[in-house]
């Protein structure tokens, strides 16, 4: 694996290295606790491993973190699941993201976007002003420490006012995206009995307005634990019978008050997918996100006060509630609240040039949708400012890389991150101070023994493994709600080997350091004995210019048999004909291997995706192996339910 690109396509300059956080970091850590001086990152990474208490003492250190009543030790128990992290010690994650205010109150901590691209500031002082009225609001209402606060809302500052104001009082703050339908949401909501719902009566998407007033009514219906809810105008309506007005709980000038919680009270409930069961809700404390974000933000993206920072996101992924910690390091960050691709391709593009963003993040799928367009990012935008453009969701394929370099500047750092909605943050991702290699995650995160292990459990350098890590996070999930003895937790990260976590990615980890993602493990090709990612088929086959996307499924059979489909989604005007098929066979036999070529190829109406946009691979599996839908698939975690009829029939046919 590391002889595929021997030469870097990036590599920062000395001014850059010297300058980053992380370089700074580590010349304070070893001069004020130990940590190698020489030896760069990769000496700076095996400490912070080795010396796991060490060195999230130093990172608290270095980042000024106010522990209102101090902490007995850093770690108590280190066993995972159930590690403790700085047990006596109380904090609060709203104060530290209001910090900035002190100083620079008139600068924007907030610029919202909409479909018309034209930034809106909302400034350090008013964010706290808001942040403050609002929580002194929520504790009339009745909210304490440990209750829930939902949110059915787009990316606008309102979102992020909800969720620093509910973890100010110590409430637990929940969000899902308005273009869930009800069902989503309740599978969500009714899990965790919210007692306020803050909520649009609709959204703005690609040029259209969609009404969400039913769907809000619904909800207030089948959550019968709501005490308030609270009515956002996005489209100028006025508030249903009985709900509150957004603008009279925010009106008040008012100092906020941050309860002083303890390092592992719950912070906000996070969902899995939730594509074959109800999704997991899974518990983040303040501490942990704390320190964990500090260390991402701050030392991997590199940020500070100086910086903009634009991920595209919306409120149903784990990307806004790291997006809104950007605050922590005193950044301004970059709310968008529409189309990824309105009124065209190159709508990201020009976001990030009219915000001025120094860290712009997308999904790998943007990008690779822009390569097909024919999008021009550096001739059709004023890109100066990016110094960073960072990719997740899926594993930015070799093209996109070299594309971003090609297409936005020859000087970019490409940061192409894998991490969870689990941990919240990146287990493998961006290092300032590191080379880009095409196709390759830079290194794992400092505090993070990520390592790739075959099936006995041992670890392989230049082979692929599974995606395990042997340490405790901080924010590692302190639990799932409803989840009282903690089986849901062990049984999902836990459960193939003892008192390590296994994510369920496929990973090579080079002798270089870098990472490379496969493909989740769970729905891994297993052709003639010989494992392979999906991740990689796709990047061989979507390089063709007539396929749109593609899913690659394989399936054992009963008789012991092993079928192999390739479902490809063509773009409008092309066919499935010989020469197509030709084509797709030799490119995946030519770049691949021929063991990957598949048993058919079958052109689809679409590739169906979780709600956050992953392609689904194992309800997928399922539905071929014959498992009736309603059992394969949480129908509301699906963009396109229609889709999976093609794969029931298919399946029915083939039976």
């Not at 004020?32 to 990172?59: C, I, M, N, Q």
């Not at 059979?557 to 092993?562: I, R, V």
Request: hydrophobic residues 40%; charged residues 20%.
């Amino acid at each position: 694996m590391s002889t595929v690109n021997p030469q870097p396509l990036w590599q920062p300059d000395p001014e850059r290295i010297a300058q980053a956080q992380v370089t700074k970091f580590q010349a304070w850590a070893s001069e004020h606790h130990g940590a190698p001086a020489e030896g760069g990152y990769a000496a700076l990474h095996r400490w912070s491993v080795a010396e796991l208490d060490t060195f999230w003492k130093a990172v608290t250190q270095w980042f000024d973190v106010r522990f209102s009543t101090p902490y007995a030790r850093v770690l108590g128990d280190r066993s995972m699941p159930g590690a403790q992290w700085f047990p006596g010690a109380t904090l609060n994650y709203a104060e530290h993201a209001l910090r900035a205010a002190a100083t620079r109150a008139d600068e924007p901590a907030l610029l919202h976007v909409d479909e018309t691209h034209e930034p809106l500031p909302v400034t350090w002082a008013e964010l706290r002003r808001q942040v403050g009225s609002l929580a002194a609001e929520l504790r009339t209402l009745g909210v304490r420490p440990g209750d829930r606060v939902s949110g059915y809302l787009p990316n606008i500052p309102q979102a992020v006012v909800a969720l620093l104001a509910t973890a100010s009082v110590g409430g637990v703050w929940t969000s899902c995206a308005p273009d869930f339908g009800a069902r989503s949401v309740l599978d969500r909501f009714q899990q965790v009995e919210p007692v306020v719902l803050f909520t649009v009566d609709g959204y703005r998407y690609g040029g259209k307005e969609h009404d969400r007033r039913d769907i809000v009514a619904e909800l207030r219906h089948e959550l019968p634990t709501l005490r308030a809810v609270v009515h956002i105008p996005l489209l100028g309506t006025e508030p249903p019978e009985g709900a509150l007005e957004w603008s009279a709980l925010t009106g008040a000038d008012v100092e906020p008050v941050f309860e002083q919680v303890a390092f592992d009270h719950p912070l906000w409930v996070l969902y899995s997918s939730g594509t074959t069961g109800l999704p997991k809700a899974i518990v983040q404390s303040q501490g942990g996100i704390l320190i964990e974000h500090l260390k991402q933000l701050g030392l991997h993206c590199d940020l500070g006060p100086e910086d903009r920072f634009f991920w595209y996101t919306s409120t149903g992924w784990m990307m806004w509630n790291f997006l809104v910690s950007g605050l922590l390091t005193g950044t301004t960050i970059v709310l968008y609240d529409g189309s990824p691709g309105f009124p065209d391709a190159g709508a990201q593009w020009r976001i990030a040039e009219r915000t001025g963003a120094t860290l712009y993040g997308t999904s790998a799928a943007y990008v690779m949708a822009c390569r097909k367009a024919g999008v021009h990012p550096a001739r059709d935008f004023d890109l100066s400012k990016v110094q960073c453009v960072a990719t997740t969701g899926s594993p930015l394929p070799p093209d996109g890389f070299r594309w971003l370099h090609d297409e936005v500047r020859h000087d970019l750092w490409i940061a192409s991150v894998s991490g969870g909605t689990d941990v919240c943050s990146c287990f493998a991702g961006a290092v300032p101070t590191l080379p880009v290699h095409i196709g390759e995650l830079q290194a794992p995160g400092l505090g993070t023994d990520l390592q790739s292990w075959d099936p006995t459990g041992k670890p392989v350098i230049d082979e692929v493994g599974e995606l395990v890590v042997t340490n405790p996070m901080p924010s590692m999930p302190i639990h799932f709600w409803n989840d009282p003895d903690g089986s849901r937790y062990h049984d999902s990260y836990f459960d193939t080997y003892p008192g390590v976590w296994r994510h369920g990615d496929w990973i090579t980890v080079t002798s270089r350091g870098s990472v490379v993602i496969h493909g989740r493990s769970d729905s891994t090709l297993n052709r003639q004995g010989v494992r392979m990612g999906s991740a990689d088929i796709y990047e061989a086959v979507e390089r063709i210019p007539e396929i749109r996307e593609s899913l690659v499924i394989g399936v054992e059979q009963p008789d012991g048999g092993y079928w192999m489909p390739l479902f490809v989604h063509l773009v409008p005007g092309a066919a499935l004909d010989d020469a197509l098929l030709d084509r797709i066979k030799r490119t995946i036999r030519e770049q691949l291997s021929p063991r990957h070529v598949p048993d058919e190829i079958i052109e689809v109406p679409g590739i169906p995706h979780t709600l956050t946009g992953k392609r689904i691979e194992v309800p997928v599996k399922r539905l071929l192996q014959g498992t009736p839908l309603e059992k394969a698939v949480n129908p509301g975690s699906i963009d396109n339910l229609d889709l999976l009829h093609f794969y029931e029939d298919l399946a029915r046919k083939r039976a």
